[in-house]
C-alpha cells in the first residue's frame, strides 16, 4: 500500500514539474479542443469512453496533461493511453506517460520526447487516452465527465507547446443511463363469462433474483383472480398478488428462491407469470371479439408496488412493454373429441362423424370438434383422419389438441353449442 502511494505521489511530482500547478493563467485557445463523446449507457454496466483532441492550426504539441471529474453516477475503473498516443513519438510510446485514478477523477500526463526528437501538430479526433467507467446510477438517471483540475497537487488540462502551457477549449460528455432489461406484458386470451389470461415475460442480461409489476386493466371487462409462476420462473419459491388492489389494478411479486440461491437466467423473452382473469358475461355492455390493453403504470396496490427487477442488491426500472387480451364469444373445445366426451380423442369419435354425415346422427353440440383438419368443413376426410391417427400413425388433430382450447381459426362458421362463431 505504501508503494502505491509513493509511486502514484512521485507520477503527481513528475506531471506538476513538467505541466505546472492549479488553473493555468491563459484564456483558452480555440485552436485546440479537448472532448468525450457522450452517448447512452446502461445501468449497471462497464463501459469505455476516450478523450480526443482537435489541432486546428500548425503547431509542435510537446506534451500534454489532462483531469477529467466525473460525478458520483459512474467511477473510473481503468484506463490506458488512446490508440494514437501510443504511437505518438514515432510510432513508438511516449518517453513517459502516468495515468492515476480516484472516485471521482482520472488524471493523465504524457511526455512525446524529452529530447525534442517527435512533436504532435494538427490532428483530427486523435485519441488521448481510454478510460474505463462503471455505471452506478441508477436507470433513467444521467451521469457525465469534464475536463477539470484535480488531484493533489492539482494536475490542469493543458497542452504544451514550445515549453508553454496552452489552454484548450474543453467540452464534457453526459451519459443517459437506460436498461438493456425487459419487462413484457405478452398476447392473451380470454372467452366471455369465462376466463382470460396473459403472460408476462422478461428479458434480461444478468441473472435475476425475482421482480415485481404494476400494471393496469379495464375492469369493465374482466377481474383479476390470480398471478401463477410459470415458464423460467416456474420453480419460484414466492410469488403473491397483492391483497389490496383498486378496479383495474394489478401488483404482483416473485422471488425464485428467498436464499437467492436460484435465479431467473440470462435469456430474452422468457415467460415468467401467468396473470389469471375472470371475463364478465356482459363485458359491460361492449360486444365481443374485443381487444383490450394490458398495460404497466407507474405504481399500483396499497402499499404501491413499483416496477423492479432484482439481482442481490442491484435493483432497477427496466423498460417496460405493454400487452392485449383478445376477449372471444367462443366456446373451447378439444378438436376430435367429435361425441364430448370429455376430450378423448378414439374410434368412437370417428364414428360420430360417419354417423352424422351418412346416419342421421344427432349434430354434435361442438361441431368444431368434428373438424380435424380446421379447414372449415366436416367429411369423410375427418373421420378417416381419426382412424389414421388412431391406429396407423397419422398425424394428431389440428389444434386446439391435445388440451381445451379456442379454435384458432375463428371466423369459418364451425362452432361449439351454438357459440359466436356459428353462422
Given at each position: 500500500?505504501?508503494?502505491?502511494?509513493?509511486?502514484?505521489?512521485?507520477?503527481?511530482?513528475?506531471?506538476?514539474?513538467?505541466?505546472?500547478?492549479?488553473?493555468?493563467?491563459?484564456?483558452?485557445?480555440?485552436?485546440?479542443?479537448?472532448?468525450?463523446d457522450?452517448?447512452?449507457?446502461?445501468g449497471?454496466?462497464?463501459?469505455?469512453?476516450?478523450a480526443?483532441?482537435?489541432?486546428?492550426?500548425p503547431?509542435?504539441i510537446?506534451?500534454?496533461s489532462?483531469s477529467?471529474?466525473?460525478n458520483?453516477?459512474?467511477i473510473?475503473?481503468?484506463?490506458?493511453l488512446?490508440?494514437d498516443?501510443s504511437?505518438?513519438?514515432?510510432?513508438?510510446?511516449?518517453?513517459?506517460?502516468t495515468?492515476?485514478?480516484?472516485?471521482?477523477?482520472v488524471?493523465s500526463?504524457?511526455?512525446?520526447?524529452?529530447?525534442?526528437?517527435?512533436v504532435?501538430?494538427?490532428?483530427?479526433?486523435?485519441?488521448?487516452?481510454?478510460v474505463?467507467?462503471h455505471?452506478?446510477?441508477?436507470?433513467?438517471?444521467?451521469?457525465?465527465?469534464e475536463?477539470?483540475?484535480?488531484?493533489?497537487p492539482?494536475?490542469?488540462?493543458?497542452?504544451?507547446?514550445?515549453?508553454?502551457?496552452?489552454?484548450?477549449?474543453?467540452?464534457?460528455?453526459?451519459f443517459?443511463?437506460?436498461?438493456?432489461?425487459y419487462?413484457?406484458?405478452?398476447?392473451?386470451?380470454?372467452?366471455?363469462g369465462?376466463?382470460?389470461?396473459?403472460p408476462?415475460?422478461?428479458?434480461t442480461?444478468r441473472?435475476?433474483?425475482?421482480f415485481q409489476?404494476?400494471?393496469?386493466?379495464?375492469?369493465?371487462l374482466m377481474?383479476?383472480?390470480?398471478?401463477?409462476?410459470?415458464?423460467v420462473?416456474?420453480s419460484?419459491?414466492?410469488?403473491?398478488?397483492?391483497?389490496?388492489l383498486?378496479p383495474?389494478?394489478i401488483?404482483?411479486?416473485?422471488?425464485m428462491a428467498?436464499?437467492t440461491?436460484v435465479?431467473?437466467?440470462?435469456?430474452?423473452?422468457?415467460?415468467?407469470l401467468n396473470?389469471?382473469?375472470?371475463?364478465?358475461?356482459?363485458?359491460g355492455?361492449?360486444?365481443?371479439p374485443?381487444i383490450?390493453?394490458?398495460?404497466?403504470v407507474?405504481s399500483?396496490?396499497t402499499?404501491?408496488?413499483?416496477?423492479?427487477?432484482?439481482?442481490?442488491n442491484y435493483?432497477e426500472?427496466?423498460?417496460?412493454?405493454?400487452?392485449e387480451?383478445?376477449i372471444?364469444?367462443?366456446?373451447?373445445?378439444?378438436r376430435?373429441?367429435?361425441n364430448?366426451?370429455?376430450g378423448?380423442?378414439?374410434?368412437a369419435?370417428?364414428i360420430?362423424v360417419?354417423?352424422?354425415?351418412?346416419q342421421?346422427?344427432t349434430?354434435?353440440?361442438?361441431?368444431?370438434?368434428?373438424?380435424?383438419?380446421?379447414?372449415?368443413?366436416?367429411?369423410?376426410?375427418?373421420?378417416v383422419?381419426v382412424?389414421?391417427y388412431?391406429?396407423?400413425g397419422?398425424?394428431?388433430?389440428m389444434?386446439?389438441?391435445p388440451?381445451l382450447?379456442?379454435d384458432?381459426?375463428?371466423?369459418?362458421?364451425?362452432?361449439?353449442?351454438g357459440?359466436?362463431?356459428?353462422?
Amino acid at each position: 500500500m505504501r508503494n502505491s502511494i509513493r509511486e502514484n505521489i512521485c507520477r503527481m511530482c513528475v506531471l506538476i514539474l513538467i505541466f505546472g500547478v492549479g488553473s493555468v493563467g491563459f484564456a483558452q485557445n480555440p485552436a485546440f479542443e479537448m472532448f468525450m463523446d457522450g452517448g447512452d449507457v446502461f445501468g449497471g454496466d462497464t463501459f469505455t469512453r476516450t478523450a480526443q483532441l482537435n489541432v486546428l492550426e500548425p503547431a509542435e504539441i510537446q506534451g500534454w496533461s489532462l483531469s477529467l471529474c466525473n460525478n458520483d453516477g459512474m467511477i473510473a475503473v481503468g484506463a490506458q493511453l488512446g490508440e494514437d498516443a501510443s504511437t505518438v513519438k514515432n510510432g513508438a510510446m511516449p518517453d513517459f506517460e502516468t495515468t492515476i485514478l480516484s472516485d471521482d477523477a482520472v488524471m493523465s500526463g504524457v511526455v512525446i520526447c524529452f529530447t525534442g526528437c517527435a512533436v504532435l501538430s494538427q490532428v483530427q479526433n486523435f485519441s488521448l487516452l481510454d478510460v474505463n467507467y462503471h455505471v452506478l446510477a441508477a436507470v433513467g438517471q444521467s451521469c457525465w465527465v469534464e475536463y477539470c483540475t484535480a488531484g493533489t497537487p492539482p494536475v490542469s488540462t493543458v497542452l504544451v507547446i514550445n515549453g508553454n502551457s496552452v489552454e484548450p477549449i474543453t467540452s464534457g460528455a453526459t451519459f443517459q443511463i437506460l436498461s438493456p432489461n425487459y419487462l413484457i406484458f405478452g398476447q392473451g386470451l380470454g372467452v366471455v363469462g369465462q376466463t382470460a389470461n396473459i403472460p408476462v415475460l422478461i428479458s434480461t442480461v444478468r441473472p435475476l433474483d425475482g421482480f415485481q409489476i404494476a400494471g393496469e386493466y379495464d375492469p369493465s371487462l374482466m377481474t383479476i383472480t390470480s398471478v401463477l409462476a410459470s415458464g423460467v420462473a416456474a420453480s419460484a419459491e414466492f410469488v403473491a398478488l397483492s391483497e389490496n388492489l383498486g378496479p383495474g389494478e394489478i401488483a404482483a411479486g416473485l422471488i425464485m428462491a428467498l436464499d437467492t440461491s436460484v435465479d431467473i437466467p440470462i435469456g430474452e423473452n422468457q415467460e415468467v407469470l401467468n396473470i389469471q382473469f375472470d371475463v364478465h358475461a356482459d363485458l359491460g355492455g361492449a360486444t365481443a371479439p374485443l381487444i383490450t390493453a394490458v398495460n404497466f403504470v407507474e405504481s399500483a396496490g396499497t402499499p404501491p408496488i413499483t416496477n423492479k427487477i432484482v439481482d442481490a442488491n442491484y435493483n432497477e426500472t427496466p423498460n417496460l412493454v405493454n400487452g392485449e387480451i383478445e376477449i372471444v364469444d367462443f366456446n373451447p373445445f378439444v378438436r376430435g373429441d367429435c361425441n364430448s366426451d370429455g376430450g378423448l380423442v378414439n374410434i368412437a369419435d370417428g364414428i360420430s362423424v360417419l354417423q352424422y354425415l351418412f346416419q342421421g346422427g344427432t349434430t354434435p353440440s361442438c361441431l368444431d370438434s368434428c373438424d380435424l383438419d380446421d379447414n372449415g368443413e366436416i367429411s369423410v376426410g375427418d373421420a378417416v383422419w381419426v382412424f389414421s391417427y388412431q391406429f396407423a400413425g397419422g398425424a394428431p388433430p389440428m389444434a386446439p389438441f391435445p388440451d381445451l382450447g379456442i379454435d384458432p381459426t375463428t371466423g369459418d362458421g364451425i362452432g361449439c353449442n351454438g357459440d359466436a362463431d356459428d353462422q
